[in-house]
């Protein structure tokens, strides 16, 4: 079992739609949960930080946490095709290194 | 203020040679991170640093090497390259490389192995 798991996509969505991400990760002991964006040829940069179950919003975008389940998740409202990347979710556990997932691709649609 | 930066950009190595990538972190951060992704996956850890010492190791083998310097900037080590080294290679510094800080990448090094 993956550490991290996320489904590669490409998840297609049309402009102005929702688009949701999903993720797993198998540690119980983790604390700490990101999303980071990647565009193609690009480093990632972190948009969304999550440390206690619920929902934390910020701007158009929402992420999810449900630590019984094991379960992270990122919503973006009013997709945008600028919003066309591959998500990293990205978990820390125990010790000091953040784990991350191998990527879901988004396609926005204009 | 400059963000992480790391150099060369590109590099092009054959096989069974040695390479050393740099990395200067965001000023003020201590710690620092290096990443390994492959094209079409997500980074894998290799190594964490924080004040001059390994926090943390991957499941890399011992012809990845890491150090840290006083100034915090941070040298990645790779002997007797093989194929399947070429690979972004991606560095992250953090404040104080504490659980749940939040990670800042350079650009990275593309390594090619030939």
């Known amino acids: 079992q993956k550490e991290v798991e996320q489904n590669s996509g490409p998840l297609s969505v049309p402009e102005g739609a929702i688009a949701s991400l999903n993720c797993t990760y198998s540690?119980?002991?983790?604390?700490?949960f990101f999303w980071y964006r990647q565009y193609s040829g690009k480093s990632p940069e972190l948009i969304m930080s999550?440390?206690?179950?619920g929902d934390k919003e910020d701007g158009r975008f929402t992420a999810q946490l449900n630590k019984a389940s094991q379960y992270v998740s990122l919503l973006i409202r009013d997709s945008q095709p600028s919003d066309s990347a591959t998500y990293l979710c990205a978990v820390t556990g125990k010790g000091f290194k953040t784990i991350f997932g191998a990527g879901t691709r988004l396609f926005v649609k204009a | 203020d400059a963000g992480v930066t790391q150099s060369p950009t590109h590099l092009i190595k054959t096989r069974g040679q040695q390479v050393t990538l740099r990395c200067s972190p965001i000023?003020?951060?201590?710690?620092v991170s290096w990443y390994q992704q492959v094209l079409g996956q997500g980074p894998q850890f290799i190594f964490q640093y924080y004040e001059k010492e390994e926090r943390g190791r991957g499941n890399f083998p011992d012809r990845f090497s890491a150090r840290q310097f006083p100034n915090y900037s941070s040298e990645l080590n790779v002997n007797a390259l093989l194929l399947g080294d070429s690979a972004l290679y991606l560095c992250?510094?953090?404040?104080?490389?504490?659980?749940?800080?939040?990670?800042?990448f350079g650009s990275g090094t593309q390594l090619s192995v030939l």
């Open positions: 540690d119980r002991g983790s604390q700490s």
């Open positions: 000023s003020g951060h201590k710690s």
């Open positions: 999550i440390y206690s179950n």
């Open positions: 992250a510094s953090s404040l104080e490389g504490q659980r749940g800080e939040k990670l800042f």
